[in-house]
Each structure stands twice: as C-alpha cells, then as structure tokens.
C-alpha cells in the first residue's frame, strides 16, 4: 500500500502542524524594516561621512530592491535564532554579515562597475551522493573521485570571504557525506557569514543536526520534488528519500535551524492544484521557506525538452505573490523564486554570486558549462572581474 504524505507526516507526529516560523505581526515587520534600514543608513553614514549622501544612497538602495527584485514594503519575515530573515542572501538581522552585506551594497552605489565585492558564494563540497535524481546537474562528475581536501575548502572560503561571501551555500552531490569537513569549514571561516546547505535529507538525523548547529550552520535547504511520496521517491531514485527528507525537516526543527524547502517546478508539476497542495504541506512541516527552481537542460536533463512554457512561469509568479502579500497566506512560508528574478535584472554571476564546483573550478552557475579556471589559479577581484566580463548564454549581465 503506498503511504500518502498526510499518513508519513501523521507517523511523525505533525500531522497536526508545526507552528509557523513566519513574523506574524503585521507591527513587529514594521518595526524590523525600520530597524534594517536605520542599519543601512548607518553603515552609509560611516562610508560617505555626510548625512544627507547616506540619506540620498540608503533611498537609492531600498528604492532598487523594491522595483527590481519585487521586495515588498512589508515583506513576510522569518525569524530564526534571534534573527530576521526575508531571504536566502540576506544573512538576517541583526549581525554582523549583514553590514557587511549592506556595505557591499553602498559601495556599488558609489563606484558603479569598480566595486569587488560580492555577496554569495555558493561552494560544491562533495562528487558523491548515494541517490539517482533524474534532474542532477552533477551527474557528468557524479561519484567520481573527490577534487576538494577539507584544506581546500577552508581555503576557497576564506579567500573569497575577503571580499564578500556574507552568505555561503554548500551544495554537491550530497553535502552530508562530508558533515565533518562542513563543520570544520564553518568553524574556520574568517569573516561573519550565513551558512546554508543544501540536502536531500540524507544523514541528517538529531545528531547530525545538533553538530550542525553547534559549528554555526544557519539552516538547511532540503530538496522535496512533491507531496506525494511516491512522486518525489521516483524523481529522486530512492523509496525512502520521501521519508528521509521529512524526518530531516524535523531534526532541524527541534535543533533550531532554519528550514527550507526546495521543489525542481518541472513541466509535469507545475499546476496551479499541485503547487497548492505542496505549500500546503511546507505549511505543515513548518519550514521558514520554499524555493522555487525552474528544470534546465542541464547536468542529467542536457539535451532535453524541460523548460517551462511562459504560461507556468506567470504561475509561479502568481504564487508567489498571492503566498507572499496576501492577507490570508501570512502563515504560509516566505517563497523565494530566483529565476523570476534574475529576468528581470540579468545574470549575477560574478556580481553578487560566485560558484565554485566540486572540481573547484569558477563556474558561471550549476547549469552552465562556462569556467574561467580554478579558484586557486586566480586572485579573487581578478575572478569577479572576469566572471563579470563573461558572457551567460541566457540572460545580460547585471549592472545593479
């Protein structure tokens, strides 16, 4: 008899619901955006020296991410650990990375196209992975011999947090095969950042997600492609990784890590009933957030017909503005779609994001052959400079 995820959820006693992570105080999301924006203006001020440039710069600022990136005057805020989060590349407030991170920002004001600062490094730890997802973009390197020591990895994040990386994103393969080498990386970080990794849910139990915790992880990104187990274990080639993801949202749960959710929108899900359904169900594993990631013809699905037609991406973008403003959805999680935005202000590769895969090679993004060389081979402004200068196959380059 298949298990339904109403029957999985009930064996794991959630049935019910986890409480949501969502602010949901309509004042107190006032009261932080005044807080970050007094943050901003702070950090302006200490850059320019003249109240009214750091005036005129913090309005330029909030102004661009209000038009180009679709930011809500009052946006759904998640709270975790004692901060405040209303994305996956803002490292919350208050902290320290997140001045780093508005600084970054200032400075772009101020020197636009001269600034060497970046904002997310997003860092394939790891080759290997014990399942047989049918949209991988590993799978050319998939399982092969490691190319990165833990010496390496320290390496690469320092480096590149010398020059921004106050969000650090480890992918792979599965990242819970080198739990160890991730604490150690996270533990040697020299500059204050938000740390995130992605995961199937594999080797992530109570202890693996105290460990986790204990060396800083800020959350964890689990991939689930449905919400019907069966689904998802046939996309991810394992009958229990339905299972393991679910039990893996729990444990971080009760470690206090932040949570989210990260569904491939392939054609075949991509409905207004299926999409429902599963914010329906990351509404009761009470996770902080949903990401949408659109199927590339990329990695596993290279030379295939997956993209989206226009009709589903405007669904998703409906989605995303009902779940995300509507009165009657606060306590539904905050939903990040990138694609959506990265068509409307280009490719960031270079400006505010850098990937580096498992070979340790600089990588447009996961679903881009495109490399400039190895990390090590390049002084870090020489790599944003260049990476900048190279030329995305689907989108212009940013110039925000």
């Given at each position: 008899m298949i298990k339904t995820s109403d029957k999985i959820l009930d064996e794991h006693v959630v049935f019910q619901g986890q409480p949501s992570k969502v602010v949901g105080s309509v004042i107190e999301t006032k009261w932080i955006i005044l807080r970050v924006v007094r943050t901003l203006f702070r950090v302006a001020l200490k850059e320019v020296k003249q109240i009214p440039k750091a005036v005129k710069i913090t309005g330029t600022i909030l102004e661009r991410h209000f038009r180009y990136y679709k930011t809500s005057r009052n946006p759904k805020m998640v709270r975790i650990d004692g901060r405040y989060f209303w994305s996956l590349v803002n490292p919350g407030w208050p902290s320290r990375a997140l001045e780093r991170s508005l600084k970054s920002e200032v400075l772009r004001v101020l020197k636009p196209g001269a600034?060497?600062?970046?904002?997310?490094?997003?860092?394939?730890?790891?080759?290997?992975?014990?399942?047989?997802?049918?949209?991988?973009?590993?799978?050319?390197?998939?399982?092969?011999?490691?190319?990165?020591?833990?010496?390496?990895?320290?390496?690469?994040?320092?480096?590149?947090?010398?020059?921004?990386?106050?969000?650090?994103?480890?992918?792979?393969?599965?990242?819970?095969?080198?739990?160890?080498?991730?604490?150690?990386?996270?533990?040697?970080?020299?500059?204050?950042?938000?740390?995130?990794?992605?995961?199937?849910?594999?080797?992530?139990?109570?202890?693996?997600?105290?460990?986790?915790?204990?060396?800083?992880?800020?959350?964890?990104?689990?991939?689930?492609?449905?919400?019907?187990?069966?689904?998802?274990?046939?996309?991810?080639?394992?009958?229990?990784?339905?299972?393991?993801?679910?039990?893996?949202?729990?444990?971080c749960h009760e470690a206090k890590l932040g949570t989210m959710l990260a569904?491939?929108?392939?054609?075949?899900?991509?409905?207004?009933?299926?999409?429902?359904?599963?914010?329906?169900?990351?509404?009761?594993?009470?996770?902080?957030?949903?990401?949408?990631?659109?199927?590339?013809?990329?990695?596993?699905?290279?030379?295939?017909?997956?993209?989206?037609?226009?009709?589903?991406?405007?669904?998703?973008?409906?989605?995303?503005?009902?779940?995300?403003?509507?009165?009657?959805y606060r306590k539904?999680?905050?939903?990040?779609?990138?694609?959506?935005?990265?068509r409307k202000v280009g490719c960031t590769s270079g400006d505010r994001v850098i990937f580096i895969n498992s070979a340790g090679m600089i990588q447009q993004c996961p679903f881009c052959d495109q490399t400039l060389g190895h990390a090590d081979d390049y002084p870090v402004p020489d790599a944003l400079k260049r990476m900048r200068q190279m030329p995305c196959a689907d989108y212009a380059k940013q110039t925000l």
């Open positions: 600034h060497q600062q970046f904002n997310t490094l997003l860092l394939n730890i790891t080759r290997k992975c014990p399942l047989n997802c049918a949209h991988c973009f590993e799978w050319d390197r998939l399982n092969q011999r490691e190319s990165l020591s833990r010496d390496d990895l320290v390496r690469i994040v320092q480096n590149y947090q010398e020059y921004g990386g106050s969000v650090v994103l480890f992918g792979g393969g599965e990242p819970m095969l080198r739990i160890k080498d991730m604490c150690h990386v996270i533990r040697q970080a020299n500059r204050p950042a938000a740390f995130w990794t992605y995961t199937s849910g594999f080797n992530l139990g109570p202890k693996q997600a105290r460990l986790l915790k204990g060396a800083g992880l800020t959350g964890v990104i689990v991939s689930l492609d449905h919400f019907e187990p069966e689904e998802h274990n046939k996309f991810r080639g394992s009958d229990n990784a339905f299972n393991l993801a679910v039990k893996a949202i729990l444990a569904v491939c929108t392939t054609r075949e899900f991509t409905t207004e009933k299926n999409v429902v359904k599963y914010l329906e169900l990351a509404r009761k594993l009470g996770v902080h957030f949903v990401q949408f990631l659109e199927p590339k013809a990329a990695g596993r699905y290279a030379g295939q017909d997956v993209l989206l037609d226009e009709s589903q991406k405007r669904l998703l973008e409906k989605m995303v503005d009902r779940y995300n403003h509507k009165p009657g539904y999680p905050v939903i990040l779609y990138p694609e959506c935005v990265i």
